[in-house]
C-alpha cells in the first residue's frame, strides 16, 4: 500500500527555517520523481520543487529559488523540503507528491502519489 506522509510543519517567524519530511512507504523514493506542493487558503496548488528520480536535476519555482532547498534520504526512504528566510506569503499546506513528470511548471493533476499534507505557518 502506497503512503506518503509529512511531518515537520508549524509556526515561524519570518526569516525563520522549517524542515518538512515526507516518508513514504510502498515505493521507493529513489525510482520515481518527487516534488513539493502548497496550497494557501483560495489559492490553486502551486508546485514549489521537484526533483528527478536520479536526484538531479532539481527544479524550483521562482518564488523560493535561493531560498528552498528539496532532497532525500534514500535509506530513510524520505524526501526533505528544507525552507530557509520563509516569508508570510510561504504560509500555506504543503504537500508531497510522487509519480509525475519532474519539470516546472508542475500540474497536480498529474501527479499520482499524496501526502496529507503540513501546514507551515510563518508570521509578520
Known amino acids: 500500500q502506497v503512503q506518503m506522509v509529512e511531518s515537520g510543519g508549524g509556526l515561524v517567524q519570518a526569516g525563520g527555517s522549517l524542515r518538512l519530511s515526507c516518508t513514504a512507504s510502498?515505493?521507493?523514493?529513489?525510482?520515481?520523481?518527487l516534488a513539493w506542493f502548497r496550497q494557501a487558503p483560495g489559492k490553486e496548488r502551486e508546485g514549489v520543487s521537484c526533483?528527478?528520480?536520479?536526484?538531479?536535476?532539481?527544479l524550483y519555482t521562482d518564488s523560493v529559488k535561493g531560498r528552498f532547498t528539496i532532497s532525500r534520504d534514500d535509506a530513510k526512504n524520505t524526501l526533505y523540503l528544507q525552507m530557509n528566510s520563509l516569508k508570510p506569503e510561504d504560509t500555506a499546506m504543503y504537500y508531497c507528491a510522487a509519480g509525475g513528470p519532474s519539470a516546472m511548471p508542475l500540474r497536480h493533476e498529474e501527479w499520482v502519489y499524496w501526502g496529507q499534507g503540513t501546514q507551515v505557518t510563518v508570521s509578520s
Open positions: 526533483m528527478n528520480w536520479s536526484g538531479s536535476p532539481t
Open positions: 510502498g515505493f521507493a523514493v529513489k525510482d520515481v520523481h
